[in-house]
């Protein structure tokens, strides 16, 4: 007989029933004496229970719930793990290995279960006590490492073989019934090599179907809406930074669901009142604040993804992520969000147009997702909906899925901005004739002004959504005069050319098309396009991209220096005439992260010339 003294609970028969808590990660790693498996969950775990019984460890954990597949979670000292439920507590029985021990270290939500595995020698000797105590029927006495727990007296635990039990009806129903999930390894399987092994729970390993909105929601940041209640949960985040995917600080609830025309997010962010960062920043500039968000890989191909930020007041950051070049902030989706502080945090709902995005959907179709909450208070805590591992290079390989986008208007989208510049120019002339004023009378002239006729220079950009996936972008004499401005910069003992960020719409429209390790396109070199066409777009694997334009901007002299006779004859053969502007970008993904791919470029001009082909 072995017994388990711990202290009991008395409740009353009409109190609600304790809320489960969740565990949210299991994971195992080497120790210097042995292995380590770290238990995290989104409570308190002080009032767990551990012994030993015979060569099993255990720990109780009362009123928790853990749904996942364990894959082979063992390491040195321990050879296998079992989980067992209890009502509704959990029974984590670690089998130890010959001469092995075990303690357990608890801080707030995180046991450490650490297992010191004895020597060759002593494993030996340790081995053949063991089986002497085995055949003598002599049991060791349990250890009681935490008297806090409130786990009800194991009254009896027998280690003689099980009797079949008798069949019962089929309609007969037990309250008794234990539900095991078992997950076992034997001590000559591979080990783990000293990397921790996270294990996810079933929502997480499968992709997460979206709901379909019959109605929209509001979108004002209450989420007081009913149609929310329909919509997909994501939960159970992740602390990736600073901590290593342990429990978060604050728990964070996402939503998300879909109509024919809008994909919808709603962010939860739980905090302590009156201690949330949220300013009314700029776009794209809200990294000092408080923030959640999310990667959006809308083709699946763990290379690029839309990134979008938002502040608990609802400001946006928007940009590309790619694997090779990182986060790009110059791109501008359009979209709707607001937030609001709320007495336990703050809320925010976003609408994403799905014709803002270059996307694959449809039955089966998966997309990647990243969400992110940072907490800037705490030492910049970043979490994560998906465990992100440091250990792996790739943000996007280590994403979630959704699924079940079906019934999407593939609007065929049109876009049209005109412009027109309304000019008139002058300068100041002489107003008295030459020698027409005696010297002496000392008169100034006082000029005159002369205008030039007004002028007028129309101009257009368009763009065409031939499919979700394929864009086409035209520019006829188009006008920049709305973008934002270049930050000054001195050149004083220049050494090498200051490379401006390329901001123009036109030219942002998939530009990590066209963008590569080493820079071989720099559109910014295109200065004052006449004419400029690009396609761009993705089918399954492969990625391509055009861009065509005739540039006016090297023939295009001042009048001073058409009219200066020392300048004129080194610039009259170039005189309006245009260069010639050519990209020609393909590319095949290979693999899971790798991409094979073509890139050819020419320019001309005159007496100018250069191609590139690689």
Avoid at 2 to 22: W, Y
Avoid at 304 to 321: E, K, M, T
Wanted: with cysteine; aromatic share 8%; proline share 6%.
């Amino acid at each position: 007989m072995i017994l388990c003294l711990t202290g009991i609970n008395t409740k009353a028969q009409n109190s609600p029933a304790p809320q489960l808590r969740h565990i949210a990660s299991l994971r195992s790693a080497d120790a210097p004496d042995g292995s380590r498996v770290t238990i995290t969950s989104d409570a308190s775990l002080d009032d767990y229970a551990a012994y030993r019984s015979a060569d099993r460890f255990h720990v109780l954990i009362p009123q928790a719930q853990l749904s996942n597949a364990l894959n082979n979670l063992h390491g040195r000292g321990f050879t296998d793990l079992q989980i067992e439920r209890r009502g509704a507590d959990l029974d984590l029985s670690f089998g130890l290995q010959p001469g092995a021990t075990a303690r357990v270290n608890q801080k707030f939500n995180r046991l450490d279960v650490v297992f010191n595995a004895p020597s060759d020698a002593v494993a030996v000797i340790a081995n053949a006590a063991n089986q002497i105590a085995v055949s003598s029927a002599q049991i060791p006495a349990n250890e009681l490492l935490n008297p806090r727990s409130s786990l009800p007296i194991l009254e009896k635990v027998s280690f003689s073989p099980t009797p079949e039990p008798t069949p019962e009806p089929q309609n007969a129903k037990s309250e008794d019934t234990k539900e095991t999930i078992k997950a076992t390894a034997s001590a000559q399987a591979a080990t783990s090599g000293g990397k921790s092994e996270i294990v996810l729970p079933p929502e997480k390993t499968r992709p997460v179907d979206i709901a379909r909105f019959d109605k929209a929601p509001v979108i004002d940041g209450k989420l007081d809406d009913s149609i929310w209640q329909q919509a997909a949960v994501l939960k159970d985040f992740y602390q990736f930074r600073p901590g290593d995917n342990i429990a978060p600080s604050q728990p964070t609830e996402v939503l998300i669901g879909y109509d024919a025309k809008f994909l919808y997010f709603a962010f939860r962010a739980h905090d302590e009142a009156g201690k949330v960062r949220a300013t009314i920043p700029k776009r794209d500039q809200i990294f000092d604040d408080d923030s959640v968000g999310l990667y959006l890989d809308t083709f699946n191909d763990r290379r690029r993804s839309y990134i979008v930020l938002f502040n608990p007041l609802g400001v946006q950051a928007d940009g590309i992520f790619t694997e090779s070049n990182g986060e790009d902030y110059s791109f501008d989706l359009v979209m709707e969000s607001k937030g609001m502080l709320t007495d336990d945090g703050y809320t925010v709902e976003v609408a994403i147009p799905f014709k803002s995005l270059r996307y694959e959907a449809g039955k089966g179709k998966l997309w990647g997702v990243h969400v992110i909450r940072q907490i800037k208070r705490l030492n910049n805590e970043t979490i994560s909906w998906m465990p992100i591992r440091r250990e792996v290079s790739g943000l996007l390989s280590q994403a979630g899925h959704i699924t079940g986008l079906e019934g999407i208007s593939t609007e065929r989208t049109l876009e049209l901005i005109p412009s027109l510049t309304i000019s008139e120019t002058g300068k100041r002339i002489k107003s008295l004739p030459l020698g027409g004023v005696n010297d002496l009378t000392r008169v100034t002239d006082p000029t005159r002004f002369i205008n030039k006729p007004i002028e007028l220079d129309p101009g257009l950009t368009l763009k065409y959504g031939i499919t979700p996936t394929v864009t086409l972008d035209l520019a006829l004499n188009p006008d920049f005069a709305q973008v934002e401005a270049d930050q000054t910069v001195v050149t004083a003992n220049q050494r090498f050319p200051i490379f401006f960020q390329e901001k123009r719409p036109f030219f942002l429209e998939g530009i990590d098309t066209f963008q590569t390790p080493l820079t071989a396109v720099h559109t910014r070199a295109i200065v004052d396009p006449d004419v400029a066409v690009k396609l761009t777009g993705k089918r399954g694997r492969n990625t391509f991209g055009l861009l065509l334009a005739s540039d006016n901007a090297p023939g295009n002299f001042s009048e001073e220096e058409r009219t200066d006779p020392d300048a004129l004859p080194g610039i009259e053969r170039f005189l309006d005439k245009n260069a010639y502007i050519g990209v020609l970008r393909l590319k095949r993904d290979v693999g899971q992260e790798n991409s094979l791919g073509l890139i050819a470029t020419t320019y001309n001009f005159i007496e100018k010339h250069n191609n590139l082909f690689g």
